[in-house]
């Protein structure tokens, strides 16, 4: 049977009257974006590990701004390292262990698992289009707040805080 | 030639005209009689060629083989020092059959492997070599013929000195050339500004009773790592780049290499004696790990935690920096992918677990002692003792010294009446000598010069402790002159050369423990030999600052953080672009002993001389087992 056009019709605004409730009552509001500054992104930090501080565990699927300086490699084009001071990027180094814990080492073709987390750094993914930073260049990041301890696949970074989907600002 | 074939050894097959040539040498020889000689040129032809000719056929065509063995030709070995002998051969066609044997005595019971077509590998793991020389003969027959390969070995008597040492305690400065060595002497003591003379030397240097300069070199480069320098000091042996007390094999697995026996695991096992490992970086890192793991990479850092406890040294004595390596995955910070807990864990074992300065120093003399003291490598001296920055401390505010967590090592391995070895590194040394911040890491040889002071103290209450100072490889820093902080940072004309230089008076002005501040009217003007481009100031900083950063094209570029400091100016780099540190050098090393067995240390000795004198001064008879 061929429905009838006043029906389709009826249909068709219970379907929009449903799509515009559903936006409204499943999407989150959009909040602003809480900042986050790196070295209180945990409570501790001991022998026995880092624990996360109770804002950054609140923060959690949030948006959130961090500012800090780039470690990027320029071989990997959607993905970067945030650290709170300016990092050397070691890139040659087929093992971190000659140095310093303040350089953050990433091993861009790196067949190691055995890469140091960082605690005062984020792992930040870009949204589509975003460009890089180069490294050093002071910038602020917005995005998705994640918690994870894990690492990257492809850089092999391994990172317990992580920023997706994330727009930036270049500051300096 | 590929990396792979240039360290292979000649194989022992013939091609046809050798044999003919052998064949050749030996009937000349058997007709060297007085009668034959006079009219051998004249039949030589009509009797020497058949004769060849038949020797060949019986022979047959050799096999094309290529065999590797390790140990490696020319080892050197401590005479009952356990390894693990691995025979490996390709580019076989169709195996029938082989020998190997030692000193004429077939071995069998072989693991036997294939890492390919055309491969196999034998394993025997625990062997060891007779005093004197030994020889590995391998004889292959495969579609082709045979071949044979021959390896010696040397191996070293025990010996039986009349005071033997009874105790080592052996201290490590990662990265401390000479002259590094002696620009913190400079440091500590300075000069007599009336007539030029040195106010002193440092304690690792004075009074020593044997000293001498060690070269370093490795199985597979004469520039060392950490891993394999660290592993000539603990087995005598040659090793690869970033390889821990194993030999190079063919397989994948960096934790199957054929092993040789460490010092600390000889003298477990032959007498029961007490280990410490005490270091101020991470706690899998290669220095420690070679006193007491075996593996390929340096960083099978999981397994190198693992390998502590459960392996043949167990270490009475664990205290180090970083504790990443020892908590479960699931703790912040860990790098391990397991629910392993080693802090649990070795409490149950019975070790006693510290983790601030504060506890250290309460512990007393347990009988297992295991410290972690951060979640990563201690930052500089300088740091934790002067400048105590919030961005360089971080959440530790109360780390030991390397004197502290020394003095409670002894005081628990001296309970052990068959006596203990003790390894010391300062590791931070090389850790900031690589970026070229010579400020820390020369303090942290000062650092290290204070734990010897109360080391030789100790010892000299008993004369039964043999005390070495070393380094595992250097850096290619290089004091040339003094510099005038009263004219600013970085201001090239304040630091002067010869006579301008002026004495360095750091010593004018000592800290809580006696260490001189880093700071003094006439300072050190300090340059690196191989480095990339960077800014220099000649000052130290607070909060430490990386020499480079990428130049986002695979290069690296002068930090302009540092470059902006006031008066930086630049040094334009002589290292490849993309190196972005310093890099370790061949320039050999200082080694200073004290006590029982010194004077075995003289000259200039090659690094892996450096375990058969700890061992002939110990008197070490690694063919016991008690």
Redesign the interface.
């Known amino acids: 049977m061929q429905p009838k056009p006043n029906n389709i019709f009826s249909l068709g605004l219970i379907a929009a009257i449903l799509a515009a409730v559903s936006t409204f009552a499943f999407s989150k509001p959009n909040k602003p974006a809480v900042k986050l500054e790196i070295p209180k992104l945990f409570s501790s930090i001991s022998e026995r590990g880092a624990v996360y501080a109770k804002q950054t565990l609140e923060l959690r699927g949030n948006l959130v701004t961090v500012t800090g300086f780039a470690a990027s490699d320029p071989n990997v084009k959607d993905r970067f390292v945030l650290t709170r001071t300016r990092k050397t990027v070691c890139s040659p180094c087929d093992e971190s262990a000659d140095y310093p814990s303040s350089i953050t080492v990433i091993f861009p073709n790196a067949n190691t698992e055995a890469v140091p987390v960082s605690t005062d750094s984020v792992f930040v993914y870009l949204a589509n289009g975003q460009k890089v930073p180069a490294t050093g260049e002071k910038i602020r990041v917005t995005g998705k707040l994640e918690l994870n301890q894990s690492t990257d696949s492809i850089t092999r970074y391994s990172s317990l805080v992580q920023v997706r989907d994330t727009s930036l600002q270049i500051l300096e | 030639m590929s990396q792979e074939s240039r360290f292979q050894i000649a194989i022992d097959h013939q091609p046809r005209a050798t044999c003919l040539t052998l064949a050749d040498k030996a009937l000349t020889k058997a007709f060297q009689t007085d009668h034959v000689k006079t009219n051998f040129k004249n039949w030589y032809p009509l009797v020497l060629l058949p004769i060849a000719a038949t020797v060949v056929s019986a022979l047959g065509a050799p096999s094309e083989a290529d065999i590797n063995v390790y140990p490696y030709d020319g080892a050197k070995l401590l005479a009952g020092q356990r390894v693990d002998l691995r025979v490996e051969a390709s580019k076989l066609e169709d195996l029938k059959n082989y020998t190997i044997s030692l000193n004429g005595k077939a071995l069998t019971d072989f693991v036997q492997t294939s890492q390919g077509a055309g491969q196999a590998e034998w394993t025997l793991r625990n062997i060891s070599a007779k005093s004197g020389a030994n020889e590995v003969l391998v004889k292959l027959t495969d579609a082709k013929g045979e071949v044979t390969k021959r390896i010696a070995w040397t191996g070293v008597a025990p010996t039986r000195p009349l005071k033997p040492a009874k105790n080592v305690i052996l201290f490590i400065a990662d990265g401390m050339s000479w002259n590094t060595m002696h620009g913190a002497q400079v440091i500590a003591k300075g000069y007599n500004p009336s007539n030029g003379m040195p106010r002193g030397k440092l304690e690792m240097e004075a009074g020593a009773d044997g000293m001498a300069s060690i070269s370093t070199s490795s199985f597979d480069s004469y520039i060392v790592?950490?891993a394999n320098s660290a592993t000539s000091i603990a087995t005598g042996q040659k090793a690869e780049v970033?390889a821990l007390n194993v030999y190079r094999d063919n397989s994948p697995d960096t934790l199957d290499n054929p092993r040789a026996e460490i010092i600390t695991e000889i003298l477990k096992r032959s007498r029961g004696a007490s280990v410490g490992i005490v270091s101020n970086v991470?706690g899998t890192?290669?220095t420690p790990a070679a006193f007491a793991s075996h593996t390929r990479?340096?960083?099978?850092?999981?397994s190198i935690a693992d390998q502590y406890f459960k392996g043949n040294v167990k270490p009475d004595v664990l205290m180090f920096g970083?504790?990443?390596d020892f908590?479960p995955?699931?703790?912040?910070?860990?790098?391990r992918?397991d629910a392993t807990d080693w802090?649990t864990e070795s409490q149950k074992m019975g070790y006693t677990f510290v983790?601030n300065r504060t506890d250290l120093l309460k512990a007393g003399a347990p009988d297992k002692l295991f410290g972690?003291?951060?979640?990563?490598?201690f930052?500089s001296y300088l740091d934790r003792a002067t400048w105590k920055r919030p961005?360089?401390l971080?959440?530790?505010t109360d780390m030991p010294y390397l004197w502290d967590m020394t003095n409670t090592a002894i005081s628990s391995l001296e309970k052990n009446d068959k006596g203990f070895f003790l390894m010391v590194e300062a590791g931070?040394v090389?850790?900031?000598l690589?970026?070229m911040d010579w400020t820390r890491a020369m303090f942290d040889v000062l650092e290290l010069d204070k734990t010897v002071k109360l080391a030789k103290e100790w010892a000299a209450k008993r004369d039964d402790t043999l005390i070495i100072v070393t380094a595992d490889h250097g850096h290619s820093l290089s004091v040339f002159g003094g510099y005038d902080t009263s004219k600013g940072a970085g201001n090239r004309d304040a630091a002067q050369v010869y006579e301008k230089a002026g004495f360095p008076n750091y010593f004018e002005k000592l800290d809580q423990n006696g260490i001189p501040l880093p700071t003094a009217a006439r300072g050190l003007a300090v340059g690196f030999g191989a480095h990339p481009d960077y800014c220099e100031t000649y000052v130290g900083r607070e909060?430490?600052?990386?020499?480079?950063?990428?130049?986002?094209?695979?290069g690296?570029v002068p930090?302009?953080?540092v470059c902006s400091e006031p008066g930086a100016f630049q040094r334009i780099g002589n290292l490849p672009k993309?190196?972005?540190?310093g890099v370790h050098t061949a320039d050999p090393v200082p080694l200073f002993a004290f006590g029982p067995g010194a004077k075995l240390f003289q000259g200039s000795m090659d690094q892996t001389e450096i375990f058969f004198a700890i061992a002939n001064a110990m008197g070490l008879n690694a063919t016991q087992t008690k």
Not at chain 2, 297 to 302: A, E, V
Not at chain 2, 329 to 335: E, F
Not at chain 2, 372 to 377: E, G, I, K, T, V
């Open positions: 790592d950490s970033n991470f890192d290669a990479r340096r960083g099978d850092y999981s970083g504790s990443e908590i995955s699931t703790a912040g910070g860990s790098r992918k802090i983790n972690l003291f951060n979640l990563d490598n930052p961005e360089m971080g959440a530790f931070m090389d850790k900031y690589h970026p909060v430490y600052q990386a020499p480079t950063v990428s130049d986002g094209k695979g690296f930090n302009p953080k993309d190196q972005s540190q």
